[in-house]
């Protein structure tokens, strides 16, 4: 595996340059003027300075840009490197386990109660695979399209509905587990209505739906709740009672490819794309979403706001 690139050597040199690009700019303007004061032709002095300094703070600012741009490069490139890690481990994990079970039920013959386990394991695992299959697809689609909030008027609370029993029947839980509050919990036709196509709307409610109950495994207790604001717009709320997400990491969650933790110690499967799904399609209906802690109890409100349809 290619070793991870760290940051702090660009970020060192970036600081060297701009100190010695500054060291050397105070004293050649320090020269000039002690120059220019001492000689009988000023104006030529006082112009070349005012060209160095203007020189001088083109080439400070090429600084600057080079390595924001370079620090920018080398963190996705860490990334990437935990995307291919969650992708190979989401592939591998599933494949090896239809291998064993094929190779189990075509090497000795086996009882048919438990030949019904292995088909309903091995049912999950293709399941697995094409949710991973989906959001790759979904992803790519996000990056492609143009931005458009679109004119659709979809109805919230049936999205919501959808979402919350493709999520409890994929993770086997109660749909107890999955509380709809408020608007969300009666007629889903009937509640209020976002801007935006059904589809890309399914998408942002189903992972963010799809992670509360994830990360709150083994016993999530999750509430979605709608809600209007002061504005006249839709805001949706997803709380869950997992271990949260700490304070300095509740924007970069949304980046692509970003999961929190190391790739080979994580136990969770993902691939770093649903949130940054979440926010492409929410930014593209002209939204908003942020995440944010459940004080006093442990986990996280993800909250977003939708323009509601006339």
């Known amino acids: 595996m290619e070793p991870r690139r760290s940051l702090g050597w660009p970020i060192l040199l970036g600081v060297v340059l701009i100190g010695s690009i500054l060291a050397l700019g105070v004293g050649w303007v320090l020269v000039s003027i002690a120059a220019a004061l001492g000689s009988e032709n000023a104006a030529f ?10 020189l001088l703070v083109l080439v400070l600012v090429g600084v600057i840009i080079y390595l924001a741009l370079t620090v920018k490069a080398i963190a996705l490139s860490q990334r990437q490197s935990n995307f291919i890690d969650s992708v190979t481990h989401e592939l591998k ?29 091995m049912l999950k695992d293709v399941e697995r695979l094409d949710t991973l299959i989906d959001h ?79 990360y709150s495994l083994p016993d999530p207790r999750v509430e ?42 994580r136990s969770t499967p993902g691939t770093g794309l649903g949130l940054f799904l979440v926010h492409s399609i929410v930014r593209q209906l002209r939204g908003r979403v942020v995440a944010k802690g459940r004080l006093p109890e442990r986990g996280t409100i993800m909250e977003v706001e939708l323009a509601a349809a006339p």
């Open 45 to 54: 002095y006082w112009a070349i300075l005012g060209v160095g300094v203007a």
């Open 136 to 214: 790759l697809l979904d992803a790519a689609k996000t990056l492609q399209r143009r931005a458009r909030p679109g004119t659709d008027a979809t109805p919230i609370g049936a999205v919501l509905l959808q979402a919350r029993e493709a999520v409890v029947q994929r993770y086997g839980v109660p749909p107890e587990c999955v509380r709809l509050g408020g608007q969300a919990g009666g007629d889903g036709d009937a509640g209020p209505r976002a801007v935006g196509r059904e589809a890309d709307l399914e998408i942002v409610f189903r992972n963010l739906i799809d992670n509360a109950v994830k």
């Open 224 to 265: 979605v709740d709608i809600s209007t604001s002061p504005r006249g717009r839709i805001v949706v709320r997803v709380t869950d009672n997992g271990p949260g997400i700490p304070i300095d990491e509740r924007q970069n969650v949304f980046r692509r490819f970003v999961r929190l933790g190391s790739e080979l110690e």
């Open 93 to 121: 994990s599933p494949l090896a386990s239809l291998t064993l079970y094929l190779q189990t039920l075509t090497r000795r013959p086996v009882p048919p109660e438990q030949q019904a386990d292995f088909h309903r394991f």
